[in-house]
């Protein structure tokens, strides 16, 4: 079975922050032993024992999700024992029924926003170890499953509190199936941080928040109250996650101004991820809505379309992810992505020219029909910001086509003819629906217009 080196979510310059404090309690002995169990040429041991074990680790991919979650016992060999497998009830343990519940919503993330099955695509069974080490200051993905230690009580709770964390090292399992980003310097700041931003939207998708309403914190909770400190990271504001007399200030940086160049931590993988969560978050939130449905899927692309590099820079990320977003979701979207990379000082290397001569300046909604029969227009200028790059978002994401096959209304039922419009007036896209056949996203580009139009 494939091993690799353990990085856990926790930088190993937190670790040894707390491993070189004084005073009573166990949290500077447990990192010190988390430390000494993460130095190169320790493996986690792939054992298993009984029958019913053994058929769960060798279960073929069955098309769906298929989850078990082992208990270390407190020791450092893996899997441990089987304690939850696919469709059984919850157990009562919290760490358990933590690291089933998800592993599911990191599964239905990846499948239900970006068609993806598991973390290799073709539908790998999740295995994951709670209790895993006495107080064991980490979560890491091993290259085959997750662990999770408990923390030591003091500087942490246990692993599986944080949802965004569980995402955060899953999705390192869907960068090594996919870009295997190296991990040192820009390219490990870029794996780290791409774990952060789908940690982040799985928590996100869990609860349908809007980008918004998010925290955008990663490992939000699994602090203990003794620390000045709200998480690990934060994308909205890099450096602010903590500043505690024994973890330090958060060092992450949120621009190219304050990138940090050091041998520690990997080439600071930890730290300047910052700079690449900045920019996510900053297309995420001047996009809006839920920041899955196009600044995810834009990420998403740029990670597994096959062209990055596995030594990426920041600049030659951020090429291809304006690349995506262009061929995904148009112009407007494109120069979104390539202003929130410019805002954290990344400059993208060459890219596909962001043409916008044709592209529509305003949008008119008509409407016509119902039991009046009374007609209504509004209009809304896409050139004014915020609102203006969430109705082009919105223009790029419905689908057009529909419109074209246009439905019965029904009786009093309304129609809507929607139209874009260059500068010069001139119509480039054009749809006609009956109320009835108006999805979601319709309904919401349709509303955003009658809104603009009042304010």
Not at 31 to 57: M, Y
Not at 139 to 165: H, K, P, Y
Not at 275 to 285: K, Q, R, S, V
Request: aromatic share 8%.
């Amino acid at each position: 079975m494939a091993r690799s080196q353990r990085r856990g979510v926790v930088p190993p310059f937190l670790l040894d922050r707390i491993a070189r404090a004084t005073g009573p309690g166990s949290a500077p002995r447990a990192a010190r032993a988390t430390l000494n169990a993460q130095e190169p040429g320790r493996r986690a041991a792939i054992e298993a024992s009984g029958s019913r074990q053994q058929r769960v680790l060798a279960a073929e991919p069955n098309g769906g999700l298929e989850r078990a979650v082992y208990d270390g016992h407190e020791h450092e060999q893996l899997p441990g024992s089987l304690a939850r497998s696919e469709g059984e009830p919850a157990t009562g343990d919290a760490a358990v029924d933590e690291a089933y519940s998800g592993l599911g919503d990191t599964y239905r993330l990846f499948d239900e926003a970006f068609s993806r099955s598991s973390i290799d695509g073709q539908g790998m069974p999740l295995h994951a170890t709670v209790h895993y080490g006495n107080d064991y200051d980490n979560a890491f993905w091993n290259g085959t499953q997750m662990v999770f230690g408990d923390g030591d009580g003091e500087v942490f709770r246990r692993f599986t509190i944080s949802l965004s964390v569980i995402g955060h090292e899953l999705t390192h399992g869907v960068t090594g199936h996919t870009a295997a980003l190296r991990y040192v310097g820009q390219s490990g700041a870029l794996s780290e941080s791409v774990s952060d931003v789908f940690g982040c939207l799985v928590e996100q998708y869990s609860r349908q928040e809007t980008s918004d309403g998010a925290s955008w914190l990663v490992g939000e909770g699994l602090f203990t109250d003794q620390v000045r400190g709200t998480a690990l990271r934060s994308l909205k504001a890099p450096g602010t996650a903590y500043d505690d007399d024994v973890l330090g200030k958060d060092p992450q940086p949120a621009t190219m101004t304050d990138y940090v160049e050091t041998d520690d931590d990997d080439g600071g993988v930890h730290i300047n991820s910052g700079i690449p969560n900045h920019a996510f978050y900053l297309l995420a939130t001047t996009l809006g809505g839920h920041a899955w449905e196009v600044a995810g899927r834009i990420w998403y692309d740029a990670l597994t379309h096959g062209t990055l590099a596995h030594d990426a820079t920041f600049a030659e990320f951020a090429t291809a992810t304006i690349d995506s977003a262009r061929a995904l979701f148009g112009a407007g979207t494109a120069a979104a992505v390539r202003d929130a990379w410019t805002s954290v000082e990344v400059t993208p290397e060459h890219s596909v020219p962001l043409e916008q001569d044709s592209s529509p300046r305003s949008i008119v909604v008509e409407r016509s029909g119902g039991v009046a029969g009374v007609r209504r227009s509004w209009r809304a200028e896409l050139d004014e910001r915020p609102e203006g790059a969430r109705l082009r978002t919105l223009i790029e994401t419905v689908d057009w086509a529909r419109g074209l096959r246009v439905g019965e209304a029904g009786a009093d039922g309304f129609r809507y003819r929607i139209r874009c419009l260059t500068s010069s007036q001139t119509c480039v896209l054009e749809a006609q629906l009956a109320e009835s056949e108006l999805t979601t996203t319709w309904r919401e580009l349709i509303e955003r217009v009658r809104e603009s139009d009042s304010a």
